[in-house]
């Protein structure tokens, strides 16, 4: 079993950063793929980023290539999104997610582990 936690979420204005981080716990996180998902009232879950156990390939949705960086250290169990430039339009609450087999790393349904998620919210 595999647990995560989010953090890092708040208010940023137009331009600005910020990191989110997803904290796992359970002895097979560092075997996990784990991928960032955004929720808005238009979309249910969009992909956000992957990065693979190992962290030597990552994967980036359309909307945020170029701006955010995910990163892993399996020392300290913990994923980072690093977002730069954020824009209004990445105001969403994100959820980190967690899978053993990854086959598809932008469909939800392959992710077994999900947090609670964290609000971001980017003002104009």
């Known amino acids: 079993q595999v647990q995560v936690v989010e953090s890092g979420g708040g208010l940023v204005p137009a331009g600005g950063s910020l990191r989110l981080s997803c904290k796992g716990a359970?002895?097979?996180?560092?075997?996990?793929?784990v991928g960032w998902f955004r929720r808005t009232p238009e979309k249910e879950r969009e992909f956000v980023a992957t990065?693979?156990?190992?962290?030597?390939?990552?994967w980036y949705g359309e909307p945020v290539k170029g701006r955010f960086t995910i990163s892993r250290d399996n020392a300290e169990n913990t994923v980072y999104l690093q977002m730069n430039s954020l824009k209004p339009e990445d105001t969403a609450v994100y959820y980190c997610a967690a899978g053993i087999s990854v086959t598809r790393v932008d469909i939800p349904s392959k992710y077994e582990y999900w947090g609670q998620g964290t609000q971001v919210t980017v003002s104009s």
């Open positions: 359970g002895r097979t996180f560092s075997s996990c793929a």
């Open positions: 990065i693979d156990r190992r962290g030597s390939s990552t």
